[in-house]
């Protein structure tokens, strides 16, 4: 995909001329992208999400949803409704075609531009620990093809693993935009052959005969909690990919092509995990799945589950560049990125070489919607509120503007934040951490009813103040 000029002396770009194309260093930020820059249609942003979702994450999801107890068609059911919820992700982007810039940035007119800051750091946290999530998965994935090829050498294979499979994502995600659409797309096309041939090998073999037990609803609401982590984490992101489109490309469109991509594939793999799950131990993923394919797959097997690990890595750890300009970070994206990827890499030593993944991996998808299902709630209303309409140059101001508010605070976002924090944390099963209303409610997990909370909070305390920007 190939960018335009920009005006000279765009803040966050270069004083010659700034360019987004392919194998090139974008040197745009979260600085708004000029109209005579903007480029791109609704179909790359299918392409994007349907490219970041195949990955071998959703099998694990999928797989869990039957490990809490549920049948082949419960937990089908499950992750058909998870993959719904890219409606609102498709939606999320909307505000980037309108304001050119990055989702964390837009958000400043919900919480203030102070009060995003706090906000900005947790979904940071959050974004690099699904980096390195999908890191380990794929290391995992090329140590066992380095095994399969005979270089069984123990921690060095896995420690050499792991700088492949970081190099990987870091070198698209340092090049920028249109590096990252390009190769989303072109590895969605190798990605969705090879899924869709491992899910042929495995339907034929589920076992769809209900379960002796029913799960109750700590199995229903544990299995929604791990299908809907996926899709929520997104929310701070989706903007961050539509800020290049033109301002005259269809909002609904957008909306509809981003839902259409990422529920495809999400929906694709999380069946193929619920499958597996119907037919063999699913505690070590890979090689539970490895199992049941023939001899001759197993190696393309490993390289989908690497390839779709690094296509997801590559737009989180974009984003987390774009985030910490956001949190002041007073260097280009191109440089803020490193302090991402080292980040990234030091959690992935620890997950592999220190814990236990699959305890990990489950722990921090429970814990993860407590931040993300309110943080979304409130920006999700504030940008219904606004009809998707803000001021520009507001968002960017320093000291004043639109969205100071109360020296730089917005109280009503920043209540309606905690309230849904609260009822999450109250609410949540996870193996870190236990809510105290767990029990009453029979052990059900409401973690995802704090997005509902914090935005029902948000409309009542805003629906007088917070209207769309006329200029």
Not at 42 to 48: E, P, R
Not at 50 to 56: A, D, K, P
Not at 327 to 336: C, Q, V
Request: charge should be negative; proline fraction near 4%.
């Amino acid at each position: 995909m190939l960018g335009h000029e920009t005006a000279p002396g765009t803040t966050g770009a270069t004083a010659t001329t700034a360019r987004d194309e392919v194998f090139q260093v974008e040197e745009h930020g979260i600085d708004p992208i000029p109209d005579a820059e903007r480029h791109g249609s609704a179909k790359d942003v299918f392409w994007l999400w349907f490219g970041s979702n195949l990955t071998f994450t959703y099998v694990i999801n999928g797989a869990l949803a039957v490990a809490f107890g549920l049948s082949f068609w419960q937990a089908t059911a499950v992750v058909v409704i998870g993959g719904l919820s890219f409606l609102a992700i498709g939606a999320a982007g909307l505000s980037g075609i309108r304001t050119g810039t990055a989702t964390l940035v837009i958000s400043r007119a919900a919480f203030g531009l102070r009060g995003n800051w706090p906000a900005g750091l947790l979904n940071w946290i959050v974004s690099i620990g699904y980096t390195i999530v999908n890191t380990v998965v794929g290391t995992l994935a090329l140590e066992a093809f380095f095994a399969d090829l005979g270089w069984s050498g123990g921690s060095a294979t896995r420690a050499l693993a792991l700088g492949v499979t970081l190099a990987l994502t870091f070198a698209v995600a340092l090049w920028g935009h249109a590096t990252v659409q390009f190769a989303e797309r072109w590895m969605a096309y190798v990605l969705a052959v090879g899924f869709a041939a491992l899910l042929v090998l495995v339907l034929p073999g589920a076992d769809t005969s209900a379960p002796s037990a029913a799960p109750g609803a700590a199995g229903w609401s544990l299995a929604f909690v791990v299908m809907l982590a996926g899709p929520f984490s997104y929310l701070p992101m989706p903007a961050d990919y539509t800020r290049y489109l033109p301002r005259t490309t269809s909002l609904k469109a957008v909306t509809w092509s981003g839902a259409l991509g990422g529920f495809v594939s999400s929906v694709a793999l999380g069946v193929a995990g619920v499958v597996a799950a119907t037919q063999v131990d699913m505690t070590d993923a890979v090689a539970g799945t490895e199992s049941l394919l023939p001899g001759w797959f197993q190696p393309l097997f490993l390289a989908l589950v690497l390839g779709g690990s690094v296509t997801n890595s590559i737009i989180t750890l974009y984003s987390s560049s774009l985030n910490l300009q956001v949190l002041g970070i007073p260097w280009s994206r191109a440089r803020a990125i490193v302090i991402s990827a080292a980040v990234t890499a030091a959690g992935s030593l620890g997950a592999l070489f220190l814990t236990d993944f699959t305890t990990s991996l489950l722990s921090f998808l429970s814990l993860l919607i407590i931040v993300f299902a309110p943080w979304g709630g409130v920006f999700l209303a504030d940008m219904v509120l606004r009809r998707c309409a803000y001021d520009s140059a507001g968002l960017h101001a320093s000291i004043g503007g639109a969205y100071w508010y109360r020296s730089g605070w917005h109280p009503p976002g920043l209540t309606a934040l905690l309230a849904g924090l609260l009822f999450s944390a109250l609410t949540c099963d996870s193996e870190l951490w236990t809510g105290p209303l767990v029990a009453p409610l029979g052990g059900a997990d409401l973690t995802l009813l704090g997005a509902g909370v914090s935005a029902l909070v948000y409309v009542l305390l805003a629906r007088r103040t917070v209207a769309p920007f006329h200029p």
